[in-house]
């Protein structure tokens, strides 16, 4: 392998591996919004390259996902399939009943909001399926009640 491919995709695993974060400010009209729950992350052997939070705000729930700037400015294969609020008959269920506020995401679209869903009142956790181009990770964050 020459040098200057050995060097170039080092520089793509290093931009891989380098965390970079953004906040979430606002949800689609909706403006301010406050995250609940802990943050979730998309990766695979101690990696990570997406964040997943759910929110609260404009009295509805909202998901989010966020593809890191290292991940996305590296020129990396993804695509945030697709993302939901998960609704929970408890937080000791199995499986969710409803999915609602799903949103499809496209190729390498770096941030991806669900649709604001009327579920204050309910269990729910925030999820999503981020494909890497070789794998699709399902990710959720904890079920807030």
Request: charged content about 15%; aromatic content about 10%; some cysteine.
């Amino acid at each position: 392998m020459k040098r200057t491919t050995l060097i170039a995709a080092a520089a793509l695993l290093l931009g891989l591996v380098t965390s970079g974060q953004a906040q979430a400010e606002s949800a689609p009209g909706c403006g301010p919004v406050t995250q609940i729950g802990s943050t979730a992350h998309v990766g695979d052997n101690g990696q990570k390259w997406a964040s997943v939070k759910q929110f609260k705000g404009c009295g509805k729930n909202w998901a989010y996902v966020y593809t890191w700037s290292s991940v996305h400015s590296a020129g990396a294969p993804y695509t945030p399939e697709l993302i939901s609020i998960e609704q929970w008959a408890s937080k000791d269920a199995r499986e969710p009943y409803g999915h609602p506020g799903l949103k499809q995401g496209r190729y390498r679209q770096q941030e991806l909001w669900s649709g604001g869903t009327n579920t204050l009142g309910d269990c729910t956790s925030a999820y999503v399926e981020w494909n890497s181009g070789a794998q699709t990770y399902r990710v959720r964050t904890d079920i807030r009640c």
